[in-house]
């Protein structure tokens, strides 16, 4: 069994009677063959020893690995070019008054990691993988979207005494009443105002959103096939079929803004990041070393998490013409030397994975995590590979992981002052106020029908950590915190086509216990 994590090492030690400085099980760790190189030192462990040294660690790795060189980090030379220091990375993304403005790195002088592997606790709920049972057929669809009805009405009826449209049409005219229901159409009327269709299981009723309504801007965040809830009064020709509800209130599911978010009870960090795209020739290899070369410092000594929100690869023939930006055209060597820039990580991180759109999974969303060849290439550090979306619980931090391409469909749909690519969070507030990951069905996002909805945010997270869109943004949406986390690809050429501007080599750091962020670039 491979032992690169070193709380493996440690107990694997601890098994044939040794214990080990700090400094010595990194550099096990990092060994190119961290099983051979435990067996060596164990060996020639002095007589009476009880504990293994680094020194004596690295006396064993200079026979085994000729030529290798000590680093001023980790006593071992990873090959990486990390002398270069960061410039400086602008102080405008996100809201300001979300924890610290973004700080400039440079290179490490030494490690110094001691966590509290006891005091950790990773739990992952939402999980599609293994579960997945929609073959496509009518009924998929019909199941998935009814879970999804269900699912949201029911947080809605607690605020509004809702009816069933069939009931509602045979209402005398005049009355007041309320419809919780999925948006089967919106459109303008010719004098302006908005007519939305909502459906529910027992029929659909037209609902008119009046243009001098003080809600009525309300109306352009509205996406097809989201749950609302509207109050009004019915016509007075309502009974005979041919009535409508003039609405006076209208709400979404969203998160209460009296929402208080969970911390963890002690100093924690975790790092969110997304898009490294590995196989891209504008992967920015030196960056990434540089973050994990930073992992290694003091400065760093609190993130023990680590968690990446899909597109670990550029893959192949993503888009068009994809091939001649490749440095890597093989799927599986991406993937391999992905997995070889993740072993410049620390060894004692917890790290948890999820897929995105580049990634060898199906495109349909939810999407189930990596195959079993996959992960075994992807295997270093004992990582956790869910799917997408799935939440991560860190020490009772609840954090909603989603790879994010609805963004780009939200951003297409909505107002730029309500969602756009340069303040992406913003698009992610919309996700939380519709308590849904991929609202609208049938546009820019592949969803894919299973027995239950997973896209469904059925509890509040404390935080929701996105990708895809490549920009960097945060801010907090009724205190829940929403992260973009950039990207660790610089502009490719088809992304000059499209005019998106990435922010890369950026590495937001969370603390648990304050839920406060500083966001560090390497780039």
């Not at 300001?96 to 709920?125: C, F, N, Q, W």
């Not at 998935?144 to 605020?159: G, P, T």
């Amino acid at each position: 069994m491979p032992l690169e994590t070193p709380a493996r090492i440690v107990s694997e030690l601890t098994s044939r009677g040794y214990n080990a400085d700090r400094e010595a099980v990194t550099l096990l760790a990092r060994a190119a063959d961290p099983d051979s190189a435990l067996d060596a030192a164990v060996e020639r462990a002095p007589e009476d020893a009880l504990k293994l040294s680094s020194d004596h660690v690295e006396s064993v790795l200079a026979d085994l690995e000729p030529g290798r060189k000590a680093s001023a980090s980790t006593g071992y030379d990873n090959g990486n070019e990390s002398g270069k220091e960061s410039t400086s990375a602008e102080e405008t993304k996100g809201d300001d008054d979300v924890g610290e403005a973004v700080a400039d790195v440079s290179r490490p002088d030494e490690s110094i990691r001691d966590p509290d592997l006891d005091a950790r606790s990773v739990e992952i709920t939402g999980n599609v993988t293994g579960e997945s049972t929609g073959t496509g057929e009518y009924d998929d669809f019909v199941s998935v979207f009814q879970d999804r009805f269900k699912r949201l009405s029911k947080q809605l009826r607690s605020r509004v005494n809702a009816r069933p449209t069939s009931v509602v049409g045979e209402m005398p005219g005049g009355g007041e009443t309320a419809i919780v229901g999925m948006i089967s159409d919106i459109r303008s009327t010719a004098s302006g105002h908005w007519l939305i269709e909502l459906e529910d299981t027992s029929g659909t009723y037209p609902c008119l959103v009046m243009k001098d309504r003080e809600f009525a801007d309300t109306v352009d965040e509205l996406l097809l096939d989201e749950i609302i809830a509207v109050e009004g009064t019915l016509s007075d020709d309502n009974g005979d079929g041919d009535g409508i509800l003039f609405v006076d209130s209208l709400y979404f599911p969203d998160v209460p803004r009296t929402y208080q978010p969970s911390t963890a009870d002690r100093h924690v960090q975790a790092a969110l990041i997304s898009d490294v795209h590995v196989g891209s020739q504008e992967f920015m290899g030196d960056a990434w070393s540089r973050f994990a070369d930073w992992l290694h410092t003091p400065e760093a000594e609190n993130v023990e998490y680590l968690l990446i929100a899909g597109d670990m690869v550029e893959g192949v023939g993503v888009y068009p013409n994809q091939d001649e930006e490749l440095d890597i055209v093989d799927l599986y060597e991406q993937y391999e030397q992905f997995s070889e820039y993740l072993k410049e990580v620390p060894g004692d991180l917890e790290i948890v994975m999820i897929p995105g759109n580049h990634d060898a999974v199906r495109l349909a969303e939810p999407q189930p995590g990596f195959d079993e060849e996959l992960r075994d290439i992807m295997s270093v550090h004992d990582a956790r590979i869910s799917g997408n979306p799935s939440t991560v619980t860190l020490e009772g931090v609840d954090i909603l992981m989603y790879h994010g391409v609805s963004l780009d469909e939200v951003i297409a749909e909505l107002p730029d002052e309500k969602a756009s690519y340069d303040e992406p969070h913003k698009a992610m507030y919309q996700l939380l106020k519709k308590r849904h990951v991929a609202p609208q069905f049938g546009g820019k996002t592949r969803l894919a029908p299973e027995e239950k909805d997973y896209l469904v945010m059925n509890s509040v997270p404390d935080v929701f950590h996105t990708g895809h869109v490549h920009k960097l943004g945060w801010g907090k949406y009724h205190n829940v915190l929403a992260v973009n986390s950039g990207c660790w690809q610089a502009q490719t050429d088809f992304q000059k086509s499209v005019n998106i501007d990435p922010d890369s080599g950026f590495a937001p750091i969370l603390d648990l216990d304050t839920l406060d962020m500083t966001v560090r670039q390497f780039s």
